[in-house]
């Protein structure tokens, strides 16, 4: 080992990352040691003529498994604790892993190597998740342009250099611009309608910069708090604003992202990106896709608009607004649930502490599946606000995760999970447990009170825990097809979207309840209501995520020369938006799922693995939303399984049958639902 690796922790081979001493310093050398390291290795492992699972695929999966882990931590890191030093530092890896994958894709010898395996004898001793593991490659290396001519590999290594690049530029670019707005209130008249909760963070964040009054971000908090009740509409105007007109810079990487994906897929003789993206989805085709969404448009639409005419109606109404605009909706949506369910969304809140919600997931997540969560104080971690936890069956560890739930100046906003290790097998036989990232945006705790969510809050951190669990609870001991690797994108919500609906069962909100002060349950006439409010506006919800879906899968779907992105996004909305935005909303911009994401003609996933999701709950509504019997099933069938086989036939085992998108449409209140004109 030469000099320059000594004492750099990403070069280490430890069970979980040493978070306080990785520094920007470390990133460059450690990954390109590693990338250097495994192609020398990759060389002498293709010197068999006679390859097999021993000889190549365990030990090139060792070599790949390395790299992960290194850069699993700093990509982590530069999402949730970013610094310039520490952008520029991961920023500088990405053309070195570019070209890593992409020599690994197209390697010939390799290929050959795999298909030599794959039409060998021994092949049908394998097992099912090595079997996978070797279909998986001998698709993925087609998928890279092994098959093309230098020329063609080398335009495609360009590409997807390229690609990457800007994916990482759009990503900062939203990151940037989402923290270069503030707003300092100093009248509190001013912030008329906003909770205290918000009130309180705000005037913490202005004492952080030694400011007097109340700081105003673009954090998802803070930005939801002001839209939601701010009862002056200046200032909601003024947010709404700045937030769908921010990084403007990323319009030109959005047509440079979308050129060059049409010219990837049609490398590989793809007709366009959606039909690329499809062949390592569920969906038939993007006709199946486009069919699928535009049915559940119809069964939506007539719901939205006569929800949306309400909301007109009680905005005139009650407050003589007759020209409604984007940035009411939120805020008269809040002003119509109270009046017409009585429920005061921040009320309820009180009832949400975040550490009760947590303990109530855990005791959940025993019910169902028997495993107990147990936190860790002896790991390192990389901010005062994460936390590490264990997971045990039957006193064993058998996962970790860690929790960075709350929003920050220099974290990425959203919410997502990120596998900090994969299960497999070692080559001492033992098995490297699975480590999960899970990561929310929640308004932090103040020096008033202890974090508390709202019931989106609530859902959504279900929604990461249900992905955490796929990552966490596979049994599978092959990497590329462990927890959620090797799951086609379209499935890969089934879990998180599955969990979700425990958090609206009545014999399960007592459990991740109680008033931060007293103590209380959740009275009974609150979870009434609450529970009556289930589906407002629920057509609107579904419209709005159908628009998203469907911009994205027709921006990369039949691309026409000429066409412009925003013509694309007009004329979804004149078919799916209730209320047509201002014309300098841009959201797009700040798109991140599907141009700094995994969720590229993709984003129709959250829908199709919706029907999944409701259709496997509704197999506990038969039965009990605790029956030992179903939820052993589902682990079994679906959790424990990972990438081993296609998701239809693992849904198909567990419910007996294919999915229907009735139970979708009944817990959404849409059951029924024609289009109107």
């Known amino acids: 080992m030469n000099s320059g690796r000594i004492d750099n922790p990403l070069l280490l081979d430890e069970v979980l990352p040493r978070f306080p001493a990785i520094r920007p310093e470390h990133v460059e050398p450690a990954i390109r040691a590693i990338v250097e390291d495994n192609l020398r290795a990759i060389d002498l492992l293709l010197q068999n003529p006679a390859p097999d699972w021993k000889s190549l695929v365990h030990p090139l999966h060792n070599l790949n498994d390395r790299l992960e882990k290194a850069w699993a931590p700093v990509s982590h890191m530069n999402a949730v604790v970013q610094s310039e030093a520490f952008r520029a530092a991961h920023d500088a890896c990405l053309p070195l892993l570019s070209d890593y994958h992409t020599r690994l894709g197209q390697h010939a010898g390799l290929f050959d190597a795999f298909h030599k395996i794959r039409s060998s004898n021994d092949f049908f001793a394998l097992g099912v998740a090595q079997k996978k593991s070797i279909v998986n490659a001998l698709r993925d290396f087609r998928l890279s342009g092994v098959d093309l001519c230098e020329e063609n590999k080398k335009r495609f290594a360009e590409i997807s250099a390229r690609l990457s690049e800007l994916s990482s530029c759009f990503s900062n670019n939203v990151m940037d611009a989402t923290r270069a ?16 909760t918000a009130r309180n963070v705000a005037r913490a964040q202005a004492a952080e910069k030694n400011q007097q009054g109340f700081l105003l971000t673009l954090d998802a908090p803070c930005y939801i708090a002001v839209m939601t009740y701010a009862d002056d509409r200046d200032l909601r105007k003024e947010m709404y604003e700045a937030y769908v007109t921010r990084a403007p810079d990323n319009a030109g990487i959005i047509d440079e992202t979308l050129a060059l994906r049409v010219e990837l897929s049609r490398l590989l003789g793809f007709s366009d990106y959606a039909e690329y993206s499809l062949a390592t989805k569920m969906a038939e085709s993007p006709q199946h896709v486009s069919d699928f969404l535009w049915q559940l448009v119809d069964q939506s639409r007539s719901v939205a608009l006569a929800e949306f005419g309400e909301l007109k109606q009680f905005a005139l109404e009650k407050f003589g607004l007759s020209d409604l605009q984007s940035w009411d909706v939120a805020w008269l949506s809040e002003k119509l649930r109270e009046e017409s369910y009585a429920v005061d969304q921040e009320q309820l809140r009180q009832y949400f502490p975040l550490q009760r919600v947590l303990n109530g997931l855990f005791l959940v997540i025993k019910r169902l599946f028997s495993v107990d969560v147990v936190r860790n104080l002896e790991v390192d971690l990389w901010h005062a606000d994460a936390e590490a936890y264990s997971v045990l069956r039957n006193g064993h560890v058998i996962a970790r995760f860690y929790l960075d739930l709350y929003a920050r100046d220099n974290k990425r906003g959203g919410a997502w999970m990120g596998d900090c290790r994969v299960r497999r097998l070692l080559d001492d036989g033992s098995i490297q447990l699975p480590v999960a990232f899970l990561v929310c945006n929640f308004m932090p705790p103040s020096n008033e009170q202890p974090c ?226």
């Open 452 to 677: 508390l969510l709202t019931f989106n809050d609530v859902t959504t951190l279900f929604h990461e825990f249900g992905h955490g669990l796929h990552h966490m609870l596979t049994q599978v001991d092959c990497a590329p097809v462990s927890g959620i690797n090797g799951v086609e994108w379209d499935a890969v919500e089934l879990p998180s979207q599955f969990l979700e609906n425990w958090c609206w069962q009545k014999e399960v909100i007592p459990l991740i309840s109680s008033h931060f002060r007293t103590g209380d349950s959740l009275p009974v006439d609150m979870l009434d209501k609450m529970l009556a409010a289930k589906n407002f506006q629920s057509g609107m919800q579904m419209l709005r995520q159908l628009e998203f879906a469907l911009i994205d899968f027709l921006l990369h779907w039949r691309p026409e020369e000429g066409r412009s992105v925003q013509s694309v996004i007009d004329a979804v909305r004149e078919k799916t938006a209730v209320l047509y935005p201002p014309s300098f909303n841009r959201f797009q911009n700040s798109f991140s799922h599907i141009f700094a994401g995994g969720y590229a003609a993709g984003y129709y996933s959250y829908k199709w693995a919706e029907v999944l999701s409701a259709d496997a709950f509704s197999a506990f509504e038969e039965s009990d939303i605790f029956d030992d019997a179903t939820g052993h099933r589902f682990l079994v069938e679906v959790l424990e399984r990972g990438g081993t086989e296609d998701a239809m036939s693992l849904f198909r085992r567990f419910r007996g049958r294919d999915p229907s998108v009735d139970a979708l449409l009944r817990h959404a209140g849409l059951a029924g639902q024609k289009e109107v004109a």
């Open 181 to 196: 707005w503030k707003k300092l209130v100093q009248d509190a008249d001013e912030l008329a309608g906003l909770p205290e």
